[in-house]
């Protein structure tokens, strides 16, 4: 679990401090080139490192690939830094703890995939400031890279940033749409990590705070944008993010990938598009199916305290409220509406999004055929 963590407004003057306390010299800066600025980030933080040393990175695609990575590395071999910041999405904060880790380990990409992890150490000391409120990447010991349109997941402890700085004020510039993307990414990843086949005791905990604040509080930050709002969502962002840092993600997840990759459809509506769909299906499980080996009944059970959770008395009518809250802040539906029309675009989603490493989180067993039952009733 993460060793320090700074949550609320002006939170972000807890940074001069520790790298006062670290005798930072050196920082090593990732960032988002358009917001860092815009968000107030920039005028925030400067002023608290104005006495270290700064070298800046912000030279890469929204969604983190090898080229990018291979170019960061080479920054930060050259920078000779102390510390590594990285402040922005799930994006910026995912390619500074690549950066930070495959740099201090002299390993590729490619081989950690393929296996190698002999003799791994831990990278500089990483402090996540996210400007948005969705990813909770600040808290988790993930980071997505996709190479040649294919999402991998990197994934390991010393991958987890040493201090988490989530200050809302960076979040309220943040326009409707993205505010909706992002916080409906914090909102799925509450949801899976409470149905997921990992999950325990403490990671429904963190879990069902995270959906219960996501619930009541995205429409309004979406809409009126208020900072009782604003400060919600990035809790809710920041604990689902700790309970999948627990569990990992399951179907939705997976399959929102090539969504992504290929239609150009943002994460966390990609990831949202399948979720209501995915909540009835799960429910449905069979004795024959079930993925979780506390059983069929167990997992109906879960399903059900979710649609608690979510005001409701039934399945069906939570696979509703699903739907008709996305549309309330704004998010398409379905497929269609979103460019993704043929029955080849619907065989290209499956042919990337369903890989059985992916989906065995899931509660349920996810075949081809039901995920492209799925996949149609969306369409």
Request: aromatic fraction near 8%.
């Amino acid at each position: 679990m993460i060793k320090k963590e700074y949550i609320g407004f002006n939170t972000i003057d807890s940074l001069g401090p520790i790298l006062a306390e670290l005798s930072i010299r050196k920082n090593f800066l990732l960032k988002d080139c358009n917001s860092y600025a815009v968000c107030g980030a920039e005028k925030a933080i400067e002023r608290l490192i104005d006495k270290c040393e700064v070298a800046c990175f912000d030279e890469f695609e929204s969604n983190p690939n090898i080229n990018d990575l291979c170019r960061g590395i080479n920054a930060f071999n050259a920078a000779e830094s102390d510390l590594v910041l990285a402040v922005g999405g799930g994006s910026v904060i995912d390619m500074a703890k690549m950066i930070n880790f495959f740099a201090v380990n002299k390993l590729s990409p490619q081989k950690y995939l393929q296996g190698e992890t002999a003799g791994l150490r831990k990278g500089l000391p990483l402090i996540a400031v996210p400007t948005t409120a969705g990813t909770g990447s600040e808290a988790t010991r993930f980071a997505v890279l996709y190479i040649e349109k294919e999402k991998f997941s990197i994934a390991h402890d010393y991958i987890l940033p040493d201090v988490a700085i989530v200050d809302p004020q960076f979040t309220m510039s943040l326009p409707a749409r993205i505010t909706a993307e992002t916080g409906m990414d914090a909102f799925s990843q509450a949801i899976e990590s409470y149905w997921c086949i990992n999950s325990n005791d403490q990671s429904k905990q963190f879990a069902a705070e995270a959906l219960s604040l996501a619930f009541a509080n995205l429409a309004e930050a979406v809409h009126l944008q208020t900072p009782r709002s604003r400060l919600a969502m990035s809790k809710a962002a920041h604990l689902a993010g700790k309970a999948i840092n627990i569990t990992q993600t399951t179907a939705p997840h997976a399959v929102s990938y090539p969504i992504t990759s290929f239609f150009d459809i943002p994460h966390g509506h990609a990831v949202a598009l399948t979720l209501s769909e995915f909540l009835f299906y799960n429910f449905n499980v069979t004795p024959d199916d079930v993925a979780d080996e506390r059983g069929a009944d167990y997992v109906k059970k879960t399903i059900q305290e979710i649609s608690s959770i979510l005001g409701c008395d039934g399945i069906a009518d939570a696979k509703e409220v699903i739907d008709s809250f996305m549309k309330k802040i704004g998010l398409e539906t379905k497929l269609t509406s979103l460019g993704i029309k043929s029955e080849k675009d619907i065989e290209l989603i499956i042919q990337h999004g369903f890989n059985p490493a992916r989906v065995k989180n899931n509660p349920r067993v996810v075949s081809e055929k039901s995920l492209r039952r799925i996949l149609y009733n969306i369409r």
